[in-house]
């Protein structure tokens, strides 16, 4: 079934160019790039968008490192683009996924657990209510909510 889902490339792999390199794989691998945009997040936003993380101990520094500079948002579409495009990133913790994913895209162009490159909705849910927040109704073409 034809999917959308939500791809960030984090402010680590934005400064440091990996946006090309990433975009490549991407339509290498059967993706279509339906929306993009380059956006700096600020502490509103990025604290919104990683609600569901607020309580835990990483949480200030996820949002000091997702506002550290600007980010590339990408809503990709194929068939089970959700699943694929987490299988294509890797785990969450780059330096793992260097030892047991060395293909993967965090592999590639991640540093760590915290700085891990990019972001793939982890749900058909997640990617429907990530898009929205980012990029408004893009099926109506209603504007963004947020920005
Ligand atoms: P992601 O899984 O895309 O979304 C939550 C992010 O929080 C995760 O990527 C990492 O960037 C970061 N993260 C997750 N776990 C930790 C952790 N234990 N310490 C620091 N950062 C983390």
Not at 23 to 39: D, T, W, Y
Request: charged share 25%; glycine share 8%; hydrophobic share 35%.
């Amino acid at each position: 079934k034809e999917e959308k889902t939500l791809a960030i490339i984090k402010p680590d792999g934005v400064s440091s160019h990996y946006t090309n390199k990433i975009k490549a794989v991407i339509l290498e691998s059967g993706f279509a790039i339906v929306r993009e945009k380059i956006l700096q997040l600020d502490e509103g936003n990025a604290t919104y968008f990683y609600s569901e993380h607020s309580g835990k101990s990483f949480f200030p520094r996820l949002i000091t490192y997702m506002t550290s500079g600007p980010v590339c948002l990408m809503v990709l579409e194929k068939v089970n683009a959700v699943s694929d495009w987490r299988t294509l990133i890797g785990p969450t913790d780059a330096r793992k996924a260097k030892v047991s994913h060395p293909t993967s895209i965090r592999a590639m162009c991640g540093v760590d657990l915290e700085r891990n490159c990019v972001h793939g909705s982890d749900s058909r849910e997640s990617a429907a209510r990530e898009i929205a927040f980012f990029f408004g109704d893009i099926n109506t073409g209603k504007g963004d909510r947020k920005h």
